[in-house]
């Protein structure tokens, strides 16, 4: 990830960067917006026989076959039915949008949460818990930049999690041909929408971190882990800028994957992130080159070889 109102922010103003006619309807607009959550909806779809295959993929999909994976992505559009192409090529450029933000802005995020993990050795263990903070500590960041002050009360991530059947069908065909192709994995189409509804359904019961059923949530988890993940997830109502969390004191950072240092704030990140999708997307759409597309970047951030394979978690 980013997390999820960051990812939704971005497609906001993603979508401005596409040649112009190429999302024609409100539907394609939604699913072009649904796509910048990537594969996420499958690391929330925990109410499935499947929950092992779908929180794979999307471990595989963020880690490693970058070009393999938007290859395939392209080609399943132009095998989708006439009627339903343009909805599915929407949500592809969707799914690109979303990894060109990660290929950017995860530097950051791992750079802040390795830091906190290296200094606090009871942390070891609960590197996703860390990443988890962070990523909605940006969040607020960003919506209340980009929102003019507003909070998740007044905008609740569910809500920003917009569908139709139409629109899981058609994402869901998409997805599980790149499951089956790339990656081996045997993901029905039906469980994208089943994802997407599950990842709704723990929003709202998560949101807003410190309620009470947040609190009991977590209390719950806690059994099992040293620290809660659904407690990290959950976003604060706060006015107060997230300015250490965002770099907006433009301190220099490390890229952890490249060694390059930076000044950027988060906010500055994101703005990189765009040009770099207006140029993405047009190779994406002209050449179909997908190593130009990619450049073996991982979603991470990370380069890898020519065979784009990756096999852990950072």
Same mark, same amino acid.
């Given at each position: 990830?980013?997390?999820?109102?960051?990812?939704? %922010?971005?497609?906001?103003?993603?979508?401005?960067?596409?040649?112009?006619?190429?999302?024609?309807?409100?539907?394609?607009?939604?699913?072009?917006?649904?796509?910048?959550?990537? #594969?996420?909806?499958?690391?929330?779809?925990?109410?499935? #026989?499947?929950?092992?295959?779908?929180? %794979?993929?999307?471990?595989?999909?963020?880690?490693?076959?970058?070009?393999?994976?938007?290859?395939?992505?392209?080609?399943?559009?132009?095998?989708?039915?006439?009627?339903?192409?343009?909805?599915? @090529?929407?949500?592809? %450029?969707?799914?690109?949008?979303?990894?060109?933000?990660?290929?950017?802005?995860?530097?950051?995020?791992?750079?802040?949460?390795?830091?906190?993990?290296?200094?606090?050795?009871?942390?070891?263990?609960?590197?996703?818990?860390?990443?988890?903070?962070?990523?909605?500590?940006?969040?607020?960041?960003?919506?209340?930049?980009?929102?003019?002050?507003?909070?998740?009360?007044?905008?609740?991530?569910?809500?920003?999690?917009?569908?139709?059947?139409?629109?899981?069908?058609?994402?869901?065909?998409?997805?599980?041909?790149?499951?089956?192709?790339?990656?081996?994995?045997?993901?029905?189409?039906?469980?994208?929408?089943?994802?997407?509804?599950?990842?709704?359904?723990?929003?709202?019961?998560?949101?807003?971190?410190?309620?009470?059923?947040?609190?009991?949530?977590?209390?719950?988890?806690?059994?099992?882990?040293?620290?809660? *993940?659904?407690?990290?997830?959950?976003?604060?109502?706060?006015?107060? %800028?997230?300015? @250490?969390?965002?770099?907006?004191?433009?301190?220099?950072?490390?890229?952890?994957?490249?060694?390059?240092?930076?000044?950027?704030?988060? #906010?500055?990140?994101?703005?990189?992130?765009?040009?770099?999708?207006?140029?993405?997307?047009?190779?994406?759409?002209?050449?179909?080159?997908?190593?130009?597309?990619?450049?073996?970047?991982?979603?991470?951030? @990370?380069? *890898?070889?020519?065979?784009?394979?990756?096999?852990?978690?950072?």
């Amino acid at each position: 990830m980013p997390a999820l109102i960051t990812h939704h %922010l971005f497609g906001e103003e993603s979508i401005d960067r596409l040649p112009q006619g190429v999302i024609t309807s409100d539907e394609e607009r939604i699913a072009f917006i649904l796509g910048n959550q990537g #594969p996420d909806p499958f690391f929330f779809h925990i109410l499935t #026989p499947r929950v092992s295959d779908c929180t %794979l993929l999307a471990q595989v999909m963020h880690r490693s076959r970058m070009s393999r994976q938007f290859a395939c992505l392209r080609d399943g559009v132009s095998h989708l039915l006439p009627r339903d192409a343009s909805l599915g @090529r929407a949500f592809a %450029l969707g799914l690109l949008s979303h990894y060109v933000l990660d290929r950017n802005a995860h530097p950051f995020v791992y750079e802040q949460q390795f830091g906190i993990v290296e200094s606090d050795s009871e942390l070891e263990d609960s590197s996703s818990q860390v990443h988890a903070v962070i990523e909605s500590d940006l969040d607020v960041l960003m919506l209340q930049l980009k929102r003019d002050g507003a909070t998740v009360d007044d905008y609740p991530p569910a809500g920003e999690i917009v569908t139709t059947d139409r629109i899981n069908r058609v994402a869901g065909v998409l997805m599980s041909y790149v499951a089956g192709r790339v990656y081996g994995i045997d993901i029905p189409a039906g469980e994208y929408g089943a994802a997407v509804a599950n990842m709704q359904r723990l929003y709202r019961a998560i949101e807003p971190a410190g309620s009470v059923k947040t609190r009991a949530i977590s209390l719950v988890e806690g059994l099992v882990h040293d620290y809660s *993940l659904l407690d990290g997830l959950a976003h604060r109502v706060t006015t107060e %800028l997230p300015e @250490r969390t965002g770099n907006l004191g433009h301190l220099a950072w490390k890229n952890p994957f490249t060694d390059e240092v930076s000044t950027e704030s988060f #906010p500055e990140v994101f703005d990189r992130a765009l040009l770099d999708y207006e140029c993405t997307v047009a190779r994406f759409i002209e050449t179909g080159d997908m190593e130009a597309v990619t450049n073996h970047v991982n979603y991470s951030g @990370r380069v *890898l070889n020519v065979d784009e394979e990756f096999d852990r978690e950072e």
